[in-house]
């Protein structure tokens, strides 16, 4: 705040080096002046920091008010009939998986993790992990611990953790976040409720606060167009349930822009707002209660504009929506018309839809759930699966690292799949980011030679199935590398085998990164000119392109390196550069 600070740190070289790298980053939309800079060695060794938030981390760790605060997979709901304490646990079926945001701990202190669970219908053995692994930095789940369940009784699992220093990362605090895995065998259903996370020994169950209010909204992901009213739902519990609070309207600078007086005469209370202006809103309550009293209520609504009408071959924004008809409903209202099946949607990869040979599995309602009127998916072909490799290995594997070449089960496969989504599926985009393979080419290929020959072989099973399907090659391989393999693509004939070519856009949007608007524009030129040569220019397409946003809530913290403003200025410069660069397709990675 534009004082001089004298600062000290003291960390651990990550490696017994006699060269160190000192990396000092400014992440945030400011500028930082640096003076007087000193590094010494020294014998001293980093101490213990002390906790920053004492008690129950967790929010709402009673479900009491929904699933306010915990990000779930497979099947968890809300469970109002069975609880440990209060009125609600939460209830997991297959492939149930809790996840918590971010909490800040005291590096070097002993931490308890407990919680308490139930199985019915036979035995069961739940889980509890702490992690710090994230999507493009990295981390590991640092301690899990299971606990084998008697049907018919709660039983607490309890798990202690010493947070590690961080090599080579110099900080007072650091955060970690907490699955709990349910998980059940078929037939057994698993309940947890009470669940905590705090400094010291283990102790009685609290909450994070005596009182604790929530925010939700009727509509997708809080998605609204300026022609919505926008209806909320205030959710309370502990002494608050009988106050008046004030729900607060803010701006995206943090300045009141609306406020209603709600009293909340029970656990619930519908607030209907009419229509609002086009803005990102974050939602507050203030209900008076001191901060050690009670955890305040915090929703982000956006809202937009209604989408022009415009015909879907001449739209130009996608994403990669997960199979959420919640998810797929607020990214068609936000203007994600199209959506790629990759990693957020795996029901065309080949491991997924033919695990064991002639053994088919097409998910069709994950597939009718993406579909929606006036958008179109694009299904990509890729991960070999293991049979293919015979009895050698059980894993899948990229189609890059496919070990004979021969293409009879790729073109089998394509068949019934395109065959089978036909009239749903109309594009299909072959591998993904195979230049990025590190699998030695086959006899008589070059990386870049055997792609054609695998993307030939996709064309003609494409094709065969559908005569007026798009297939988009290259598979979106990146636009500032490998031209030599382009050329080996093209010279193999790659160029006849495909209706569009896709590459992946990342740092488009900011002239701060390596690539600039300028030098996609040019790169992007320099594949016309390249397809020129080989005598077919095609459309280009940006399969997927993206910025790493940090979460927006002030509430529950999720990490990334851009600031949610910053990132709303980025996303349309993304979408300018990519129209400058005549990219006909582009897809934000991931929704």
């Known amino acids: 705040h534009e004082n001089w600070q004298d600062i000290t740190f003291l960390a651990q070289c990550a490696l017994d080096e006699p060269r160190t790298v000192l990396l000092l980053l400014c992440r945030a939309n400011t500028t930082l002046w640096i003076d007087k800079f000193k590094i010494e060695e020294v014998d001293e060794k980093p101490q213990p920091q002390p906790p920053p938030l004492l008690g129950n981390l967790f929010h709402n760790s009673g479900f009491e008010l929904g699933m306010e605060g915990w990000m779930k997979r497979g099947v968890v709901e809300v469970d109002t009939s069975v609880s440990h ?137 809080s998605a609204y167009t300026v022609k919505e009213p926008v209806t909320l739902q205030l959710k309370a519990s502990g002494a608050v349930k009988t106050r008046t609070v004030q729900l607060v309207r803010l701006d995206e600078y943090d300045q009141v822009a609306g406020q209603t007086q709600v009293t909340l005469t029970d656990a619930e209370t519908v607030v209907k707002l009419g229509t609002l202006p086009p803005g990102f809103w974050r939602f507050v309550t203030r209900s008076g209660l001191k901060a050690d009293a009670v955890a305040e209520g915090e929703l982000l609504v956006s809202v937009g504009p209604v989408m022009p009408d415009v015909p879907l071959e001449k739209w130009l924004v996608g994403s990669h929506i997960p199979s959420s008809e919640r998810a797929v409903a607020a990214c068609y209202k936000l203007g994600m018309r199209w959506n790629r099946l990759h990693d957020t949607g795996k029901e065309a990869k080949w491991s997924v839809v033919e695990p064991k040979q002639g053994e088919w599995n097409f998910r069709d309602d994950t597939i009718t759930a993406k579909l929606v009127p006036g958008g179109a998916l694009l299904a990509n072909l890729d991960d070999l699966p ?157 399969t997927e392109t993206g910025i790493q946003l940090a979460g927006s809530s002030r509430k529950f913290h999720i990490p990334g390196d851009t600031p949610p403003d910053i990132g709303a200025h980025l996303m349309p410069k993304a979408i300018a550069t990519a129209r400058a660069a005549g990219t006909q397709r582009l897809f934000f990675y991931s929704a």
């Open 85 to 221: 304490s209060g009125k609600a646990s939460a209830r997991m079926g297959p492939k149930g998986h809790l996840c918590t945001p971010w909490y800040p701990v005291g590096i070097g202190q002993v931490y308890t993790l407990s919680g308490w669970f139930r199985a019915e219908g036979g035995a069961a053995e739940p889980g509890i992990s702490v992690s710090d692994w994230c999507h493009k930095e990295g981390g590991k789940t640092h301690r899990q611990v299971r606990l084998k369940l008697k049907p018919g009784i709660w039983q607490r699992l309890t798990m202690q953790w010493t947070v590690p220093f961080p090599s080579g990362i110099s900080s007072e605090t650091t955060r970690f976040y907490v699955n709990i895995y349910g998980r059940p065998p078929e037939g057994t259903t698993i309940w947890v409720d009470d669940l905590m996370f705090s400094y010291g020994p283990v102790t009685d169950y609290q909450p994070r606060r005596p009182s604790e209010l929530a925010i939700s909204s009727d509509a997708p992901y």
């Open 386 to 542: 293991a049979w293919v490799f015979g009895k050698k290995t059980r894993r899948s594997a990229r189609i890059m690292s496919h070990p004979t070449g021969d293409t009879t089960h790729w073109e089998n496969y394509i068949r019934q799949m395109v065959g089978h989504w036909k009239g749903q599926i109309h594009h299909w985009e072959v591998m993904n980011e195979p230049n990025l393979s590190r699998a030695k080419a086959l006899p008589g290929f070059t990386p870049g030679s055997f792609y054609a020959h695998m993307l030939k072989a996709a064309h003609r099973a494409i094709k065969a199935a559908d005569p007026n399907a798009t297939v988009v090659g290259i598979g979106g391989c990146q636009v500032l590398g490998r031209s030599k393999w382009l050329e080996e693509i093209f010279a193999a004939g790659g160029l006849e085998a495909c209706d569009a070519v896709a590459y992946h856009g990342y740092g488009t949007a900011s002239w701060s990164t390596t690539t600039t608007p300028e030098r996609l524009i040019e790169r992007v030129g320099e594949w016309r000119a390249l397809m020129r040569k080989y005598g077919r220019e095609l459309p280009i397409w940006d």
